[in-house]
């Protein structure tokens, strides 16, 4: 199904005022046919009062076929169950009266913008359920770009730990007619392929930098993970739901990971897992430092011949220096008046 936009309709003014100054016409013409069949009128005086009659019984039937549209909105259109076209850009038109709009998706609502009323549109909507316009006005297709939101999920990651994460979505609709006719509701079936996606992509990553984790596909172990390469993940998941999407004629301009942790149920041991990675690393850090000063220390005294150290004292003398730099709390300095012998 390809999208067939009309064009050269924006004549719905032009109809409008057509429609009312032939009503007033018909109007007077009826009042005129009166009076002169009640004076004895010809046959054509009847002729022109049924005519009148006829027009102000049916010529409201030309209403329906006015429709007005705003920026970026879309209507498609069918005729006895056949596409004819879309109307696109704002303007006033006039189609076929017997043309009547499209839109399955028209009363889903999903956790996106533009499908969150309002509690004073609500109530409005509520009040114009019946509204042949209201309705009309549901079954325009935006054609703006819309924001979903969708839920937080669990998923396991590569290593098998649950983690909850959540993304949003910026999506268009790009062809109105595979929108319309080649999915049943393309909300919905959006939502459930972002689901899919989502799923897909995130079972290849660890949530933080793990060994031996091939992440790419190329055999190569890598450093890839949720926490550390989000906007290479979001990029793969976009790509992911516009692969599935492309035959329902929606663009996915953009993803972004909105949330990302670790399950409740393991929250608490992995922080602990983190600490501990964190005060290894750190203790490294200090040991790395404190030899590095011995060193410096051992070889500036033997330089300047400051004192003569056998091994023995220099074993005694790097010993103490590591357990003042490396030690959690300040040192408390013992003065040696004697020998070491």
């Not at 689901?195 to 933080?208: E, F, G």
């Not at 608490?268 to 897992?273: E, F, G, H, I």
């Not at 357990?323 to 300040?330: I, K, P, T």
Request: charged letters at 20%; one cysteine or more; aromatic letters at 6%.
């Amino acid at each position: 199904m390809q999208e067939k936009v009309l064009t050269g309709r924006k004549h719905g003014m032009l109809v409008l005022v057509l429609g009312i100054a032939l009503y007033v016409l018909a109007f007077v013409g009826m009042i005129r046919c009166s009076i002169r069949l009640e004076a004895g009128g010809s046959v054509w005086t009847v002729i022109g009062m049924i005519l009148c009659g006829l027009w102000l019984m049916l010529g409201w039937l030309f209403v329906p076929g006015l429709k007005v549209l705003k920026p970026q909105e879309a209507l498609v259109l069918t005729l006895f169950g056949k596409y004819v076209g879309t109307l696109k850009g704002e303007g006033f038109y006039w189609v076929n009266p017997f043309c009547s709009a499209v839109n399955p998706a028209a009363r889903t609502k999903l956790k996106q913008s533009g499908d969150v009323d309002s509690a004073k549109n609500a109530v409005q909507s509520l009040l114009v359920s019946q509204n042949t316009i209201a309705e009309e006005a549901r079954k325009k297709i935006s054609l703006k770009i819309m924001t979903l939101n969708n839920s937080r999920q669990k998923i396991n990651d590569c290593l098998g730990n649950p983690v909850e994460i959540g993304i949003a979505v910026m999506w268009r609709v790009v062809d109105t007619a595979k929108a319309v006719f080649n999915v049943d509701n393309y909300k919905e079936y959006l939502s459930l392929q972002c689901d899919s996606a989502l799923r897909n992509i995130v079972r290849l990553y660890p949530y933080d930098v793990a060994q031996n984790v091939d992440t790419t596909g190329d055999g190569i172990a890598d450093e890839g993970s949720l926490r550390g390469s989000s906007e290479v993940v979001a990029q793969r998941i976009r790509d992911e739901i516009q692969s599935k999407v492309a035959e329902a004629g929606l663009e996915i301009l953009e993803a972004r990971i909105t949330y990302l942790a670790y399950a409740p149920e393991i929250a608490a041991v992995m922080l602990q897992r983190q600490q501990a990675s964190a005060i290894i690393d750190a203790r490294k850090m200090i040991v790395d430092g404190a030899v590095g000063m011995v060193e410096m220390a051992l070889e500036r005294l033997n330089r300047n011949g400051v004192v003569q150290l056998d091994e023995e004292r220099k074993a005694s003398m790097v010993s103490n220096l590591l357990v003042v730099l490396c030690g959690n709390r300040d040192a408390q300095p013992v003065v040696n008046s004697g020998s070491l012998y």
